[in-house]
Each structure stands twice: as C-alpha cells, then as structure tokens.
C-alpha cells in the first residue's frame, strides 16, 4: 500500500534553512522539513491548548460581569 500522506511545498529563506541544517545535526531529525513540520505541529497544539483554556467567552464574561454588578460587587 502506497504511503497515503500528501505533502506540499513551502518556500523558507535559504539562511534559515542553513541554520535549521545546522541544528539538526546530531540528533533524530532527518532533514529540515522533518524539523519544520515537528515545530509548526507543537506551534499549533500550543495554540490550540491556549484557545481550549480560555474560560469565558465574551458574552459569558459579560453576564457575569452583570451578576457582579447586582450584587453590588461592581460599579
């Protein structure tokens, strides 16, 4: 069976990709775009995280931003 992932291209300055080179010298990484796909995959799951720990929407914050008030809690 035929590897079913599909990649695309992304073009990164050339001095970069020197420098990722370098980095990766030694250790598990098998080129850049291993490197590159690894660092945007924890990028996004970072984000992603950040997004799910947001406790309020805004409405949410404003209804209890209005509780607050009718307690006398806030002006």
Do not use: C, H, N, W
Not at 3 to 21: A, W
Not at 24 to 36: A, K, Q, R, W
Not at 41 to 59: D, G, H, P, Q
């Amino acid at each position: 069976m035929p590897d079913e992932r599909k990649y695309t291209t992304v073009s990164i300055p050339i001095q970069l990709y020197e420098k990722i080179k370098k980095r990766i010298e030694g250790t598990g990484f098998t080129s850049v775009s291993d490197y590159v796909t690894y660092v945007l995959r924890e990028v996004l799951a970072s984000l992603e995280e950040e997004e799910k720990e947001e406790v309020f929407s805004e409405e949410e914050e404003e209804k209890v931003k209005e509780r607050l008030r009718a307690l006398g809690y806030l002006d």
